[in-house]
């Protein structure tokens, strides 16, 4: 009766596996390339939450209402960017960077798709934009419709631009802007008292978006809100917990903030040796901003101060992010990839990847080679598994014996068993170890994937095009040839049944087990997780089926060495 019941939960539990697998997988592990976010319909501006601190940044914006970026782009004078990663144009009026598009990056695989889009303007669609100025009292400032001047017309990494605006009251505010060969801007705020009274402002700088990020954040990657503040990187606060909670507030000295999407980021980097007030907040229709204030600066007459941050908007290429941090001296600028805990093992998985495509050209290839190294590593150990798989087989009848012996002693029973083990020399778990070591190489290649915009459409062969994107042959709509599109959790795509049949002639392989659950178990297993696996990434399904193909290839070699293992139960 135990036998039966325990037959009964485990199919139970498989099929709840298998139907509720795509709701849980959807929270846990989100899919590579996520349906676009739909059109915004709260107007694509930023104001700040109720009883935002004075000493603050100010909001961006009032609210207007969603127009044609084209349309806007045409209405202000701008100063055009133009490097090797970065395009677009800065808006005099105000003196925004909020026109920025990333050329060696495609939204689609489309041929004739556009580049990635980062910034755009206020009053278009996904709005999204950086502003730098100052706050303060008694003196007038510079507002989002001021209209300023620059020395040239466009920004390149061997010129930068000057920009000037004069109060006409004494004051001149300039802001002199420089751009690498990547994705870091350069601002340098200045601010020069001619007039004749002393006074007092504070510099600040802001990123303010429409709208959460089109990648949703989960609990093996984070997405939204995120920064780093005194020394340590914080990960905790989502869009839904400044619309719940309200505003985020954080003092540090070194660090940065911002927002960042699964393969794009954009932040505020302020001077690394000042103190400064950083907060995010959220206001009305899901408008959103992350600034930074640095502390009060007094002015006597005929002195002027200069305040140098940084701005990054762009991919989240992970040796970029680690010339940041490591020349540069930018505080853990390579977190602004959410690696979690095991960075240390994943990062190095990545760095062999990198490095094997680009020997190879092609990263499918790639990841079979990682698969052939994987396995030649773990080879001794697969010697050693059989090996006592071949013992513990061998140990059978003697553990049937004590089992029918104290049959009405369960705690006798188990003691005999483990006395057999020692007296043997018999290591019952030593055969689970190769699935434990596989387990954090499968999940850093999962985390690799998913995260590296280096491996984004990235393509194989033939009908694998991006292999960060599931399978897009599906079986149930025969290829594509029904006019249908499969839901997820029934999308079985070629690879995903090679996965299935791979699996299940590595299961034939194996010795069958004496135990009628684990038959049934192991019976299930490969077209479970054919299922289960068939939304995951295209190259992490490549990784495992080639893995199991070189397993079924080891298990051939080595069950030459011990025989024991092919002999079916009946004839021992």
Same mark, same amino acid.
Not at 122 to 139: I, M, Q, R, V
Not at 182 to 199: F, H, K, P
Not at 279 to 293: L, M
């Given at each position: 009766?135990?036998?039966?019941?325990?037959?009964?939960?485990?199919?139970?539990?498989? #099929?709840?596996?298998?139907?509720?697998?795509?709701?849980?997988?959807?929270?846990?592990?989100?899919?590579?390339?996520?349906?676009?976010?739909?059109?915004?319909?709260?107007?694509?501006?930023?104001?700040?939450?109720?009883?935002?601190?004075?000493?603050?940044?100010?909001?961006?914006?009032?609210?207007?209402?969603?127009?044609?970026?084209?349309?806007?782009?045409? +209405?202000?004078?701008?100063?055009?960017?133009?490097?090797?990663?970065?395009?677009?144009?800065?808006?005099?009026?105000?003196?925004?960077?909020?026109?920025?598009?990333?050329?060696?990056?495609?939204?689609?695989?489309?041929?004739?798709?556009?580049?990635?889009?980062?910034?755009?303007?206020?009053?278009?669609?996904?709005?999204?934009?950086?502003?730098?100025?100052?706050?303060?009292?008694?003196?007038?400032?510079?507002?989002?419709?001021?209209?300023?001047?620059?020395?040239?017309?466009?920004?390149?990494?061997?010129?930068?631009?000057?920009?000037?605006?004069?109060?006409?009251?004494?004051?001149?505010? &300039?802001?002199?802007?420089?751009?690498?060969?990547?994705?870091?801007?350069?601002?340098?705020?200045?601010?020069?008292? &001619?007039?004749?009274?002393?006074?007092?402002?504070?510099?600040?700088?802001?990123?303010?978006?429409?709208?959460?990020?089109?990648?949703?954040?989960?609990?093996?990657?984070?997405?939204?809100?995120?920064?780093?503040?005194?020394?340590?990187?914080?990960?905790?606060?989502?869009?839904?917990?400044?619309? +719940?909670?309200?505003?985020?507030?954080?003092?540090?000295?070194?660090?940065?903030?911002?927002?960042?999407?699964?393969?794009?980021?954009?932040?505020?980097?302020?001077?690394?040796?000042?103190?400064?007030?950083?907060?995010?907040?959220?206001?009305?229709?899901?408008?959103?901003?992350?600034?930074?204030?640095?502390?009060?600066?007094?002015?006597?007459?005929?002195?002027?101060?200069?305040?140098?941050?940084?701005?990054?908007?762009?991919?989240?290429?992970?040796?970029?992010? +680690?010339?940041?941090?490591?020349?540069?001296?930018?505080?853990?600028?390579?977190?602004?990839?959410?690696?979690?805990?095991?960075?240390?093992?994943?990062?190095?998985?990545? @760095?062999?990847?990198?490095?094997?495509?680009?020997?190879?050209?092609?990263?499918?290839?790639? #990841?079979?080679?990682?698969?052939?190294?994987?396995?030649?590593?773990?080879?001794?150990?697969?010697?050693?598994?059989?090996?006592?798989?071949?013992?513990?087989?061998?140990?059978?009848?003697?553990?049937?014996?004590?089992?029918?012996?104290?049959?009405?002693?369960?705690?006798?029973?188990?003691? +005999?068993?483990?006395?057999? @083990?020692?007296?043997?020399?018999?290591?019952?778990?030593?055969?689970?170890?190769?699935?434990?070591?596989?387990?954090?190489?499968?999940?850093?290649?999962?985390? &690799?994937?998913?995260?590296?915009?280096?491996?984004?459409?990235?393509?194989?062969?033939?009908? #694998?095009?991006?292999?960060?994107?599931?399978?897009?042959?599906? #079986?149930?709509?025969?290829?594509?040839?029904?006019?249908?599109?499969?839901?997820?959790?029934?999308?079985?795509?070629?690879?995903? &049944?090679?996965?299935?049949?791979?699996?299940?002639?590595?299961?034939?392989?194996?010795?069958?087990?004496?135990?009628?659950?684990?038959?049934?178990?192991?019976?299930?297993?490969?077209?479970?997780?054919?299922?289960?696996?068939?939304?995951?990434?295209?190259?992490?399904?490549?990784?495992?089926?080639?893995?199991?193909?070189?397993?079924?290839?080891?298990?051939?070699?080595?069950?030459?060495?011990?025989?024991?293992?092919?002999?079916?139960?009946?004839?021992?």
């Amino acid at each position: 009766m135990d036998d039966k019941r325990n037959i009964i939960l485990a199919v139970v539990l498989s #099929i709840a596996i298998l139907f509720g697998w795509p709701y849980v997988s959807s929270l846990f592990f989100p899919t590579a390339n996520p349906p676009a976010r739909p059109a915004a319909s709260a107007p694509a501006t930023n104001t700040p939450t109720a009883g935002a601190p004075t000493a603050g940044a100010p909001a961006a914006d009032g609210p207007q209402a969603t127009r044609d970026r084209t349309l806007v782009l045409r +209405e202000s004078p701008r100063v055009l960017i133009d490097t090797p990663k970065l395009k677009g144009s800065i808006n005099l009026k105000g003196a925004r960077i909020d026109d920025v598009v990333l050329p060696t990056h495609k939204e689609t695989l489309a041929k004739d798709s556009e580049p990635v889009r980062l910034f755009s303007p206020s009053g278009t669609k996904d709005a999204y934009f950086a502003s730098f100025s100052w706050s303060g009292e008694g003196l007038k400032l510079p507002d989002a419709n001021s209209q300023w001047t620059a020395d040239r017309q466009t920004l390149t990494p061997a010129a930068p631009v000057t920009l000037r605006w004069d109060n006409g009251a004494g004051q001149r505010f &300039v802001i002199r802007l420089s751009v690498d060969q990547d994705y870091m801007l350069t601002v340098a705020q200045t601010l020069e008292n &001619v007039g004749r009274n002393q006074i007092v402002a504070r510099p600040y700088g802001l990123l303010s978006r429409i709208g959460p990020s089109r990648d949703p954040s989960t609990w093996t990657i984070h997405t939204g809100p995120m920064g780093v503040f005194n020394g340590a990187a914080n990960y905790d606060i989502d869009f839904t917990d400044l619309d +719940e909670e309200g505003d985020k507030r954080f003092s540090t000295t070194g660090g940065w903030l911002g927002f960042t999407d699964l393969y794009w980021h954009a932040s505020l980097i302020p001077a690394q040796n000042l103190p400064v007030e950083a907060q995010f907040r959220a206001g009305a229709n899901k408008r959103y901003q992350a600034d930074v204030t640095y502390a009060p600066n007094v002015l006597a007459p005929g002195k002027s101060v200069t305040v140098t941050s940084r701005l990054f908007v762009g991919a989240k290429e992970t040796p970029v992010l +680690e010339r940041y941090t490591d020349q540069e001296g930018i505080a853990l600028f390579d977190r602004a990839i959410d690696w979690g805990w095991f960075r240390w093992f994943e990062k190095p998985i990545f @760095y062999l990847l990198d490095w094997l495509f680009r020997q190879i050209g092609n990263f499918g290839v790639a #990841i079979i080679c990682l698969t052939f190294i994987v396995r030649g590593l773990m080879f001794p150990i697969a010697q050693r598994q059989f090996a006592s798989m071949a013992a513990m087989r061998a140990l059978q009848p003697k553990m049937k014996a004590v089992q029918e012996r104290y049959k009405d002693d369960k705690v006798k029973q188990q003691q +005999e068993i483990m006395e057999l @083990y020692r007296s043997e020399k018999v290591n019952p778990l030593a055969g689970c170890l190769p699935i434990f070591l596989q387990i954090p190489i499968f999940f850093a290649l999962y985390k &690799v994937l998913m995260l590296a915009v280096d491996m984004r459409h990235q393509p194989f062969f033939l009908w #694998i095009k991006d292999l960060s994107a599931p399978d897009p042959l599906h #079986i149930l709509n025969l290829f594509g040839l029904l006019p249908f599109t499969p839901p997820s959790f029934l999308g079985i795509g070629i690879l995903a &049944v090679i996965l299935g049949i791979t699996m299940w002639l590595q299961f034939k392989l194996n010795p069958a087990p004496m135990d009628d659950m684990q038959k049934q178990i192991f019976a299930i297993m490969p077209w479970m997780m054919m299922f289960v696996m068939a939304p995951f990434a295209a190259g992490l399904l490549i990784y495992w089926c080639t893995s199991n193909i070189l397993t079924i290839a080891q298990q051939w070699w080595l069950y030459r060495q011990h025989p024991v293992l092919s002999q079916p139960a009946a004839a021992k």
